[in-house]
């Protein structure tokens, strides 16, 4: 993991005290709300429905068990007890006081952790594949590149009044585990003719009210010129993006109105003009020493099969279900990445107490080489755990209520607070999720249906990602009733596609049953059980589907 | 409301002259860009110095040809959260080499000095009581930066890298990225 150096940390030092005494002259009333707004949000401070929210930025979904423990201080201190792991790799707390906010920071300060730019109309928390480094597909660690554009982006001069927020992903894998295809920027890591390793440069993805699936400018830009590459889009987006709506104020609209040949050439021509001292090329020297912070850990070497591990699957149903569904296959023989799915039935999808994530603090540190990642299915990750150690994971997140075996199943669902917290909503969503989960309380009948990826947003704004559930759900609001409309067939990985608005909206009491009879259909139309939702929608078309959501409505 | 000056309150000695309006005949005066490309000849020729406004949606470029004669452009910022004149002043500033002032008009505040300031602005009109001290505060807030821009702060990654040649004095290896 990246440690900060002197510079680092004066920067984050530096900002804490700023904002203590930004916070200072708001409450002295001596900085007016509409002024402080802005100032606060670029700081991850949200005003929601009851309290003032904090957004803490874990970059790229890295943290240590030392961080992790400082987070369950902070939900402890300063909170109820809790956090909220979201979507963006992020945490939030919902129930921190304004005054105290400063003190929060110092405390993240105190482990190199921070919340600049969570929000705001800024570059945001760059975010990446939660398997970096441990998974079978990836070219090259995208890590210290999402390091090189924290720190080339963390109070950049000029792109910190953007129309919009702006989020960049980058990943390295075959599988695109980041959703790239779905960002503001997306950086997909791929050799040229030649073999060298760069990017695929991709630009205007997003969910929101207008969903787009991000459209690829440079099929391969080099390493040296990325971050020149950026400026140059930045630019282009800082000056010419509208402003007048915020609802069409992203990137995405941009590149759609503009037309993707006009925009790639009005970036083309900015490169063109950069002149040299304006490019941004580090040294290789630096590059190195980033890179060095991502080496691969001294994997032990250890035969493929473990008969710890072998036993530990044999010794009964609820373990053997946890160690097929929330394992991930591990590059080096012997180990194993492990998914800590938060969303046990009948919670909200992310939380977990602070004594749950001092516990995940104590497995990683233990047994997980000290790398804990967020992945953004709200999950926790252990990168690296040996196949021996397995059965004391498992006995230990048991212990704490974190062994919920649904990870990447129908009960594993994304969403957003909705309602209970969001002052933009217009629908409650953790207790739709809550009920869809029901669905699949049965864990043989959830295994039965296999891989589903279900995701809940409150409203247009997505951030339960609806767009690309394999279904998704919509809380709307008709004449102060909340509805739910239906998405069919949206996925987030390198196939990234939009999903489908199926026809009018569901009650509240309408929406689990009604997805109860989607599977129902799934299952009997299946080729074979390998067959995964997703895939079935694909070769028959969503007609089928539909029908059965509607069939007694 | 106080123009500030490299940091210090200064007399603005520049004339606002409106499209259509007649121009004084002599002394400082500024124009719209519009109004400058159609009458730079005479403007450029007569007893004036010459400085002309932006709008934040305008093209700096548009007055290469000039920018030598030009003695002040102003941009501005008609809501602090629009960002588009830290483009222009950068454009103006490092891809064009203008060297006289500029300027940020509009809703100039403090918490936005800091941008301004490094992104090429040496002259703010700002709307605040005791515009000197918060200035020096605001633009000393922070004694890091990632990122080069029109000011001459070193930034970090150059630090960093002087830190490592004076440690390794023999390695000749430049700025070249992997
Ligand atoms: S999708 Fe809407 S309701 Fe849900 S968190 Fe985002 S803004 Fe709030």
């Known amino acids: 993991m990246y440690r900060y150096d002197e510079f680092d940390e004066t920067l984050v030092r ?27 949000l670029q700081n991850g401070v949200y005003l929601q429905l009851h309290a003032y929210m904090l957004r803490v930025a874990i970059p790229y979904g890295q943290l240590n068990a030392k961080k992790m423990r400082q987070l369950a201080y902070v939900a402890d201190k300063f909170d109820k007890g809790y956090a909220h792991f979201t979507t963006r790799q992020n945490v939030q707390y919902n129930w921190i006081k304004l005054a105290e906010m400063p003190d929060v920071l110092d405390v993240l300060a105190d482990v190199e952790m ?33 390091e090189i554009i924290r720190q080339w982006s963390t109070f950049h001069p000029e792109f910190s009044s953007l129309p919009r927020k702006f989020k960049i992903a980058v990943t390295a894998g075959e599988t695109d585990r980041a959703a790239v ?16 390793i760069g990017f695929e440069f991709i630009v205007g993805g997003g969910l929101g009210r207008t969903p787009y699936i991000g459209l690829t400018t440079r099929e391969w830009i080099a390493k040296e010129d990325l971050l020149s590459y950026l400026e ?129 603090a104590d497995i990683g540190e233990q047994y997980g080489l000290d790398d804990i990642r967020v992945a953004h299915e709200q999950d926790v990750v252990y990168p690296h755990v040996k196949l021996d150690d397995v059965p004391a994971v498992y006995a230990a997140l048991k212990a704490a209520g974190l062994h919920a075996s649904n990870a990447g199943m129908g009960s594993d669902i994304i969403a957003c607070p909705g309602l209970d917290y969001c002052n933009l909503s217009n629908a409650r969503s ?37 767009h690309v559930g394999h279904i998704g759900i919509l809380g709307v609001d008709k004449k102060g009733e909340e509805f739910y409309q239906v998405l069919f067939g949206g996925r987030a990985d390198e ?56 069939a007694s409505a | 409301m106080p123009l500030l000056k490299d940091g210090k309150i200064a007399d603005d000695t520049w004339a606002f002259v409106a499209d259509g309006d007649e121009l004084p005949a002599e002394g400082h005066v500024a124009v719209s860009l519009a109004r400058f490309l159609t009458e730079h000849e005479t403007l450029l020729a007569g007893n004036h ?130």
């Not at chain 2, 040809?65 to 959260?81: C, H, N, Q, S, T």
């Open chain 2, 49 to 178: 110095q010459v400085g002309v406004k932006l709008a934040n949606s305008e093209d700096p470029g548009a007055l290469k040809p000039w920018l030598d004669r030009i003695g002040m452009i102003a941009l501005e910022f008609p809501k602090y959260v629009d960002g588009r004149a830290l483009s222009q002043a950068q454009l103006l500033r490092r891809r064009y080499g203008y060297t006289n002032e500029i300027r940020a008009t509009g809703q100039v505040l403090r918490d936005q000095l800091r941008l301004m300031i490094r992104s090429g602005f040496d002259a703010l009109v700002i709307d605040q009581a005791d515009a000197e001290a918060v200035y020096a505060f605001s633009s000393h807030e922070f004694s890091e930066f990632y990122q080069a821009a029109a000011d001459q702060s070193a930034t970090i990654f150059e630090k960093r890298q002087q830190a490592r040649q004076v440690k390794k004095p023999t390695d000749e290896r430049t700025r070249n990225g992997n």
């Open chain 1, 181 to 196: 295809r779905v960002h503001d920027i997306g950086l997909h890591m791929k050799k040229n003719a030649e073999g060298r």
């Open chain 1, 114 to 146: 921070h919340a600049i730019q969570t929000s705001g109309n800024c570059i945001r928390n760059v975010t990446s594949d939660h398997l970096a480094g441990a998974n079978l597909d990836e070219i090259e660690d995208p890590r210290p590149w999402c």
């Open chain 1, 232 to 360: 140059a889009n930045m630019r282009v987006y800082n000056r010419h993006g509208r402003r007048d709506n915020k609802y069409k104020a992203r990137i995405k609209i941009l590149v759609n109105e503009l037309g993707l040949a006009e925009y790639s050439r009005q970036v083309e021509e900015e490169f063109a003009a950069q002149n040299t001292w304006e490019k941004v090329v580090l040294p290789q020297e630096e590059v190195e020493r980033i890179t060095a912070y991502f080496a691969p850990p001294k994997f032990q070497t250890l035969p493929v099969v473990s008969s710890a591990f072998e036993a530990f699957k044999a010794g009964g149903r609820e373990q053997a279900r946890w160690a097929k569904n929330n394992l991930r296959p591990h590059r080096a023989p012997g180990y194993i990445s492990v998914h800590i799915a938060l969303k046990p039935q009948g919670v909200a999808p992310g939380d977990a107490t602070s004594d749950q994530m001092r516990a995940m």
């Open chain 1, 14 to 40: 530096e900002r804490a005290k700023q904002f203590r005494g930004q916070v200072e002259r708001r409450l002295k009333g001596e900085l007016r709300e509409e002024h402080f707004k802005p100032l606060r």
């Open chain 1, 430 to 466: 953790i207790s739709v999720a809550n009920e869809i989960q029901a669905v699949f309380a049965d864990p043989e009948f959830e295994d039965e249906v296999g891989t589903l990826h279900v995701n809940v947003s409150g409203c247009i704004n997505a951030c339960g990602h609806h």
């Open chain 1, 495 to 550: 196939k990234a596609t939009i999903a489908t608005i199926q026809g009018p909206g569901l009650k509240h009491e309408e929406v689990a049953p009604a997805i109860r009879r989607v599977i129902g259909k799934y299952l009997e139309l299946r080729r074979e059980p390998t067959e995964k939702f997703i895939d079935t929608m694909g070769r028959l078309g969503q007609a089928p589907f539909k029908e059965a959501l509607y």
